[in-house]
């Protein structure tokens, strides 16, 4: 009764009871949200361990029917025997997915077989007509859909229970085999295991949700449910937090509530000390507002808000972008957590060097914001030097030094802008004009910036007076790095001038790209290198492999039914043409780049990573996406002597490319000390001027005409 009482003799008291009561509710919610958050993450996690763990699992076993595959049509059905099939099983590897036996069976029967103890029984089983209804069901589906599917779990005639990965064959659209994959279930259901934990309960079920591996039974209400889909495989993880974890979540809830209700009568006693937590609190909060969690450094929102108020108190000022230099191979080598570390002990050094006439801003990654509040233009100079020689010294984490520069570029409101996404642009304009020259250095924004702005319309519209039928396809010799020898050709697009001056090529992709016509030009480039394919061929009685570059805007459905005419039309075998995906491009859209490249990789084209480490998908991509080669980007090799973290790139391309299986080709060998390098290291192939430039058809025939005299 006497809270009552107090309730209506203090409007004081009132509002720390109302705040008191609104505060116990929302730390009670606060804290089931926190959990729920903090549940999802935990079976975010256990779910891409699980759906990782599964995914290596069928890129092995589909790798392995790949091989199969490739063997089958290389000999050819009719040519097949025992013989050659034992020498192709004795000279690959099985191993690590729980092998029981592998077997081929021309029309469907079963004529060859390979085991470590070899067993008559399934030679001359017929399994188009198998009296098993699933066999049949699987076989006639694999030949229908020219996808791989999979049997099983089921007890094998030869004994045991085992998955069975089946897979057509085709020879000139014609099925001429079945391939088959037959894998220990218990194997595969032991390394299942081995991704549980005693938090959630985990599934895999075939399409039909029927469960394949552990003890979770496919039901509605699944805290999370995906499918994992390879060279059209379909199998779907299942995750359910367990009971134990449960139980432990409901009495951590209940003893929270409970403490809470505790500090909510404290709360009420304590009511003076409300208004000092509560001013705590907004501080907090205007903190997370305005500064960058991971750096301390005020953060977008605080530069919007200063450079406005400067705009309206028409103040001028100097801003600079700057861009850590060489920052993105150490992230990529290193890990995330020591490129964060790194920002954090850089932010330190920018906290100390903040004044009332400088202020530094994270704009985002390792993008940052100099806000230089004066007009005088020296003064702006001496304010930038002591930001690089915060750079002098190295970033020292875990006893190793780490040297990173900056590239800053300098606009002046109201000269180069009136707002703050026009200072921005033009700052960003100038800080990559530097990046792409000096690095490490500063620079002002000019009227020669806005003359070059010019110059790309004047460029587009001279581009413009040129047809496809312009262009021409140039062809540089890959060669192979151990013995030298000429084993195919990377197209490559060339458009000359009326005076015969070459076009700069790069800018005329961008133009196309941004024009919405590089598809036309990557079709018109592999039409053109098909045809030099079948002229070559005929020349030289040889089949050499030819690689073209496609931009990801290109990669579509469209496409490959492109790809499909051109094998017909010129009869070429995939198998000796490589697709280039440009890194530098960027995927809009990496699962459906996946599907397509794995759509492509089924016709038998292999696909290469081209710029690999000078783009966006850095070392993240190998794992995702069906690659066959990885071409280095020339910048690594022209600067691996003096740049420890080029060279440190290139080895890990190296060991991560070997333990996958994809092979490596150097760009721009231009030395033979470079040469040496690349064979030290183990690199396939190369190309460069060392050996020889881009040639036309024309040239390039006598080139090889003058080596088969040699």
Sequence with gaps: MKIFERIRENKGFSIILLFSTFFWVF??????????????????????????????????IIDNLDKIEVFTTTVGVSELSQDKFDQFTETNSFEGIGFISLSIAPEGVIEYYYVEEYDESLIGLDLVNDERAHVREAVEYSIENDVIVINGPFVLIQGGNGLVFRKAVFEAGEFVAIINLVVQYETLNAQFYNTSSDVVDLGIYDKDNNLIFGELEYEENL???????????????????????????????????SLSSTLYIFAIILGSRFYRSNKELISNQKKLIHFDNLTGLPNRRLLIN?????????????????????????????????????????SERFIGIISDILNVYRWGGDEFIFMFNTQNKNDTINLLASIYDIFKEPIIIKETNYNVSISIGVVRYPDHGDTIDDLVKRADIVMYDIKSHNRNTFGFFEDEYLDNLQREVDFENKLNEYELEDFQVYLQPLVKTNTNEIIGFEALSRLFDRNSELINTSEVVKVYERKGDIFKLDKYIVEQTCKYSVKLKKEFKKDFTFSFNISPITLSNEYIEFLELMIEKYKINPIYFVIEIIETTGFKDINESVRLLNKLRGLGFRIAMDD????????????????????????????????????????????ISKSLDIEIVVEGIETEEQLDFIKEIGAHYYQGYLHSKPMNIERLINFLQEIEVK
């Design 27 to 60: 730390s009670i919610v606060l804290f089931i949200v926190t959990n729920n958050t903090a549940k999802s993450e935990l079976i975010n996690v256990e779910s891409s361990r699980a759906l990782t763990h599964y995914e290596l699992v069928l890129h092995n």
């Design 223 to 257: 805290d999370f449910y995906q499918k994992i889909q390879l060279d059209n495989i379909d199998w779907n993880v299942g995750v359910k937090v367990s009971r134990d974890y449960r139980i432990s979540s409901l009495l951590i809830n209940v003893t929270i509530v």
């Design 306 to 346: 200063d450079i406005n108020t400067a705009i309206r108190n028409e103040k001028p000022f100097y801003l600079g972008f700057g861009d850590l230099d060489n920052f993105k191979n150490l992230n990529d080598i290193l890990g995330h957590s020591v490129g964060d570390k790194y920002l954090q002990d850089i």
């Design 612 to 655: 690999f480490g000078m783009g966006f998908s850095s070392l993240s991509y190998i794992t995702r996406l069906p690659l066959s080669l990885i071409k280095i980007d020339r910048n690594f090799i022209q600067n691996y002597q003096s740049n420890k973290f080029d060279k440190m790139l290139i080895l890990t391309i190296r060991d």
